[in-house]
């Protein structure tokens, strides 16, 4: 079969897609269908789709072996995490979409699958290890040990307790009397008043109070009774005594910056009221601007060189036509020989006149591209 030009369509040396190579096409438009932020790794291989749980980004990494949809896909997540569904190398593996996997399976439903169930049980997010320590999965993701077998020989416990993650638990600090106390988170307020300090240390806490140590059993048991005479004595403690004079300092100095900022209202008022007048002179210089523009276009329109040329030759009819008009009057006996050739000779001379400035225009626009070239 010819084109419209004559030519036979060229023949595309591509084989046609199998079977299987437009099930994997397939399976790819579901991952984009049902996922968000779907990034392509490699080509009809290696995807990662992301997804926040709890204000952290985690990273599902889905390797398509050579013969999927026909063998499953490996799901790779980042960062390492613990979660009955991931196993030691951070492989899904108890996600029953994956373990059923078939032909007729969505590899977009079965990540979305996997995002829910994040969602709904947030994995416990592995503290980084420290230098000399084992990742608690693989650096590099599993790569396929062939074509017939997309997994690699790595066998995956079926218990979920078996392939949890094997995090060693913290310490607990001891509770021996020498225990250094725990550092106090510092508050900075900053300011150019003087009653409040640049920088609040909070008070340390001692591990025991002498204040309670010399009480007898008589007066523990009455302060066990009664819950009153337990909050005057802490109360007394030099700690909550300067808790509450720093308390006393930052009430003072947030009135402080209070009335500072109730100073600066009157000058935030004029401020607003000059941006105010600022946008209203800017969008009238604005409308002045476009009347201008628009005033300029169309001048440019009037006088383009095919407008001008158009004129000329419109004016150069309209004055032959005139000259035709007072010529049928004269012949008609309308006017007298003197009137006829004096307004005859001058409506013939503009004719003649606008015909030659026309056809000097268009021979100047003529030659004015060449004249550019040889100039270039």
């Known amino acids: 079969m010819f084109n419209l030009f004559g030519r036979s369509k ?3 040396n591509l084989p046609a897609p199998t079977a299987l190579q437009q099930q994997r096409h397939k399976q790819i438009e579901t991952l984009k269908t049902f996922n968000q ?7 009809d291989v290696e995807y990662r789709v992301t997804c926040s749980i709890n204000n952290v980004t985690i990273s599902l990494n889905i390797q398509l072996p050579p013969e999927f949809p026909k063998d499953r896909p490996i799901v790779v997540v980042s960062p390492p995490l613990r979660h009955p569904w991931v196993n030691e190398q951070m492989v899904v593996t108890g996600c029953p979409g994956i373990n059923s996997f078939s032909v007729h399976t969505d590899l977009g439903r079965v990540i979305r699958t996997i995002i829910d169930e994040f969602k709904n049980n947030p994995p416990q997010i592995l503290p980084p290890v420290s230098a000399g320590g084992q990742l608690p999965y693989p650096s590099h993701p599993p790569q396929y040990m062939g074509a ?3 997994y690699p020989t790595t066998s995956y416990p079926s218990s979920t307790s ?6 060693p638990m913290p310490t607990l600090p001891s509770t021996s009397t020498t225990t250094t106390p725990t550092p106090r988170p510092e508050i900075r307020v900053q300011g150019n008043f003087s009653p409040v300090p640049f920088k609040y240390k909070m008070p340390d806490i001692p ?8 009480l007898s059993v008589a007066d523990m048991k009455e302060l066990h009774d009664n819950e009153t005479k337990v909050v005057d004595l802490f109360s007394s403690l030099p700690q909550c005594q300067q808790l509450y004079q720093d308390r006393d300092k930052l009430n003072d100095a947030t009135e402080e910056l209070a009335r500072q900022n109730l100073d600066k209202q009157p000058m935030l008022e004029l401020k607003k009221k000059e941006l105010i007048e600022k946008v209203e002179e800017q969008n009238e210089l604005r409308r002045m601007f476009d009347k201008s523009s628009q005033r300029q276009n169309d001048l440019m329109d009037q006088f383009k ?5 158009a004129n000329l030759k419109v004016a150069a ?3 032959e036509e005139e000259s035709d008009v ?3 009057d004269f012949l008609e006996g309308k006017t007298e020989i003197d009137e006829f050739l004096q307004k005859f000779m001058e409506k013939r001379v503009l004719c003649h006149i606008r015909h030659a400035k026309e056809e000097k225009y268009q021979q100047l626009m003529a030659n004015r591209p060449l004249r550019s070239t040889m100039t270039m």
């Open 10 to 12: 060229p023949q595309s």
């Open 37 to 43: 932020n779907v990034c392509e790794l490699r080509r």
């Open 148 to 150: 017939s077998s997309p």
């Open 162 to 167: 078996s392939y949890m993650p094997q995090v």
């Open 207 to 214: 591990e025991s109070f002498d204040e309670v140590n010399s």
């Open 305 to 309: 060189p095919a407008m001008i040329q």
């Open 317 to 319: 009819q309209q004055a």
């Open 326 to 328: 007072i010529a049928e």
